[in-house]
C-alpha cells in the first residue's frame, strides 16, 4: 500500500468524503445498494455499491472506497428520486429500484455494522 493510500484511508477513518442531506438507500434488482441524496452544495449525489453501513455512527462505505456521512433523518422519497433517474436509466441500465430505506434502519437497529 502506498503512502497516499494510507494516508487516504486514515483521513477517511476521520474525515468523511461525502456528507449528505436528504438521503435514502435504494437497491437495484442486481442486489446493490446505494446511498442517494444531496452534498453540502445541494448537488444531487448517487454512491457506487455500499459495502457497509454503521447506523450508530451514521456512516457508510462505499465499493470505491469513498466514506459518506448521513446527515439529519432520511429525506422524503420524491426529494431524491429525480437523482437516482439521472443517474440510472430505467428503460436502459437501472433495472427494477425500491426504497430500503426503513428497511435497514429497521433491520440494523441495535447492530453497529452490516
Request: hydrophobic share 40%; aromatic share 10%.
Amino acid at each position: 500500500m502506498n503512502l497516499m493510500s494510507l494516508r487516504k484511508r486514515s483521513l477517511a477513518a476521520v474525515e468523511p468524503d461525502v456528507s449528505l442531506w436528504r438521503w435514502r438507500i435504494f437497491e437495484n434488482d442486481d442486489g446493490l445498494k446505494r446511498l442517494v441524496g444531496y452534498d453540502f452544495l445541494d448537488q444531487g449525489c448517487v454512491s457506487s455499491a455500499l459495502i457497509s453501513f454503521n447506523q450508530k455512527a451514521m456512516r457508510a462505505q462505499s465499493s470505491d472506497g469513498l466514506t459518506y456521512q448521513l446527515v439529519g433523518k432520511p429525506g422524503g422519497f420524491w426529494e431524491v428520486v429525480d437523482v437516482w433517474d439521472s443517474r440510472f436509466d430505467f428503460n436502459g441500465g437501472g433495472g427494477m429500484t425500491k426504497d430500503v430505506t426503513e428497511e435497514m434502519l429497521t433491520k440494523l437497529a441495535g447492530h453497529d455494522d452490516a
